[in-house]
């Protein structure tokens, strides 16, 4: 990766060196960022990470450091935390009345983490203490990538990383998660590619080993999220028509040699579980689809009896006929949490894409801002085929995009500058 332009990531042209306690946090969050996706690593009868460990760590930094903390609140944009505060309301209530009070008590703290307390530790106020922590997150991506091939050439994997039938499950430990994590990552790649933090040729390799990757958890949602990554991406590119065009001749080259050559290519788990569905447009070849359809059926089914006051945290899948919880986080929390959850989750996402649509007015920061409400369209698009998000791998995807956008430069100084202390 290439060192970053400080003369255009700077606050009144300046380069700014944290020193003291602040370099130590600012390093310690590195760390976090960089163990946040890799969800193997944690405590095998409650979910605590080595993340979670190292972002109490820096948050204990920061109360010390009262001045530092106030700026990361500040960070914050007020729709944001007005929607996170409607959402943990919502579903404790739920779970007060119609639930399982310790099962809600746990899930609050699992989101309030997550949505709470990680944005404190991710979010800066200079630009390239966000490029860092970008840095460090693509990293820890590139890293589960490549575990994830060195495992294809290994024989009797564990199961944690790679289940039965050949879908590789790398550090995530999940196929679907785990892919739909690293194509969630995309955007990132090519914002660093169009800003010059990494060159084109690299940029493409790193792009390939990730949809190689995807391949190999045999995960139709993350090859979807990929590909709609990539196109979106291109379409909000300062050349959209070139660029698109482009797009369309590879895509074209990509679809005629999978066409022709697709099984002797392509990873065999691939071919057995999304090429298949694929060729022949058969949903029955594509993994666990026609059940998480019946799923979200039978959730839209019973939605009516739960808008106000929901089943409770964890409640869903006691209370299903199938025993499971529908892979649909709107559909999950609007019967757990009733319809106050969806809508404070709706909010907290809403409130991050005003801050894209902010930096997309000033050519200085476009292609951050486009960066930003790319990523977090894919996520509201990726969680519709997962159950809860309180997983930090999640939420590690749109704030990194979020903390370079509250830093890019604009005229009058960046988002960050404004909304905090100095």
């Known amino acids: 990766m290439s060192a970053p332009d400080t003369s255009s990531h700077s606050f009144d042209g300046a380069y700014y060196a944290p020193v003291g306690l602040a370099k130590i946090e600012l390093w310690l969050a590195c760390l976090a960022i960089f163990l946040a996706p890799i969800n193997a690593f944690r405590l095998p009868s409650v979910y605590v990470t080595a993340s979670d460990v190292v972002v109490m760590v820096c948050l204990g930094i920061l109360m010390i450091r009262p001045f530092m903390l106030g700026q990361r609140l500040h960070l914050l944009p007020k729709l944001y935390v007005l929607g996170l505060l409607i959402f943990l309301v919502a579903l404790l209530l739920s779970s007060l009345i119609n639930g399982d009070l310790t099962r809600g008590l746990i899930g609050q703290v699992q989101y309030l983490f997550a949505y709470g307390l990680l944005p404190l530790i991710i979010l800066r106020a200079h630009p390239s203490e966000s490029l860092l922590i970008a840095k460090f997150f693509l990293a820890a991506i590139l890293f589960i990538c490549l575990h994830g091939i060195w495992l294809t050439t290994l024989e009797n994997v564990d199961t944690r990383y790679m289940s039965p039938p050949g879908r590789g499950r790398g550090l995530g430990e999940r196929e679907n998660e785990t892919a739909s994590l690293i194509s969630l990552t995309v955007p990132l790649v090519i914002w660093m590619m169009r800003t010059g933090v990494l060159r084109a040729w690299f940029g493409l390799i790193v792009l390939g080993t990730l949809l190689y990757t995807v391949m190999l ?56 579980r999304v090429y298949g569905a694929l060729s022949t447009g058969d949903l029955s ?6 059940g998480r359809l019946n799923l979200n059926f039978e959730a839209l089914r019973i939605a009516h009896d739960n808008l106000l006051i929901g089943q409770g ?11 499971a919880p529908v892979h649909n986080a709107y559909l999950l929390l609007l019967n757990e949490g009733g319809a106050f959850t969806v809508i404070g989750l709706l909010m907290i996402f809403l409130g991050v ?22 990523t977090i369209t894919l996520f509201a698009m990726a969680i519709s085929a997962a159950a809860h998000v309180y997983g930090r791998f999640w ?8 903390s370079l956008a509250l830093t890019a430069e ?6 960050a500058s404004k909304m905090g202390p100095r």
């Open 410 to 415: 604009r005229p009058g100084g960046s988002l």
């Open 313 to 323: 945290m964890d409640q869903y899948r006691l209370q299903s006929a199938y025993g």
């Open 395 to 402: 939420v590690t995807t749109w704030l990194v995009a979020l």
């Open 217 to 272: 958890t045999g995960s139709n949602t993350g090859l979807l999220t990929f590909v709609l990554g990539v196109v979106l991406m291109q379409l909000a590119s300062p050349r959209p028509f070139r660029d698109f065009t482009l797009l369309i001749a590879a895509g074209s080259a990509v679809v005629v040699t999978v066409m022709f050559f697709g099984e002797a290519i392509l990873p065999e788990i691939f071919v057995k």
């Open 353 to 374: 894409a005003t801050v894209g649509l902010v930096l997309i007015a000033y050519p200085e920061s476009r292609v951050t801002g486009l960066y930003l409400l790319v």
């Open 285 to 290: 070849q594509a993994g666990t689809v026609v």
